[in-house]
């Protein structure tokens, strides 16, 4: 089995990039999010751990100005905001990759790299995409974060789900984003594909971005996570440097504690006749 080498623990110092503080999100008479307070940090990975339903994807569409929240504290550089839309989050130096991924299968991989927000050369009626730098920057990036692709005008929709999400990360890194939040970027990949992309997320953190890392794997938390907040049914139930909890309590968190116990013992086969430790028949 391979170990993953320690890195220095983490202490809770310094203006947080992005800072949630006791924030709630309702809507209507259904609670989404309740109390949820977090921080993430330039060169850390805070780590978002739950089960469905549990509140994430409320909490990445706070962080990512898809909606408002309703009360609390919403932070970044220690300014408090109100985030109307995902543009203003970029313009703050916020980028989300979904699970789902923004990209068009058939168009090329430095076309996607640059969507939405491709440079031009010329002028008026003369003016036209500028492939070759496209081509180039595309190239230079990947490969600075890692990535060897064969050929960055194959189709994106050609790669493998890890490679596109690394495809992603680096895109976020270029276009100078200071919080990368990731959604579950390893849920439909297999072990060695997870592998390769939390190999990119920790470049991202190394690169000197915050990372919150939404997933609902301890074991790749762990692997990466500098700062644990735990989420169920909307509430917080844990918040954790990676220096105070070990990766066997924070899988028995994760999976319910004292819950899982008390649903192991109800599912236990209760003893019965002919079967070891049942009543035996008598004549």
Known sequence: MTTTPERPDVTAGGTALVELDDVSKYYGNIRALEGVSLEVHAGDITCVLGDNGAGKSTLIKIIAGLHRHDAGA?????EDVSLSNPREALDRGIATVYQDLAVVPLMPVWRNFFLGSEPTRGKGPFKRLDVDTMRATTRAELLRMGIDLRDVDQ?????????????AIARAVYFGAKVLVLDEPTAALGVKQSGVVLKYVAA???????????THNPHHAYLVGDRFVLLKRGAMTGSHLRSDITLDELTRQMAGGSELEELSHELRRAPSPGRPGGPSDRA
């Open 204 to 214: 991202a953190r190394d690169a000197g971005l915050g990372v919150v890392l939404i």
């Open 74 to 78: 919403f932070r970044i550089d220690g």
């Open 155 to 167: 189709p994106i929709g050609t790669l493998s789900g890890g490679e596109r999400q690394c495809v």
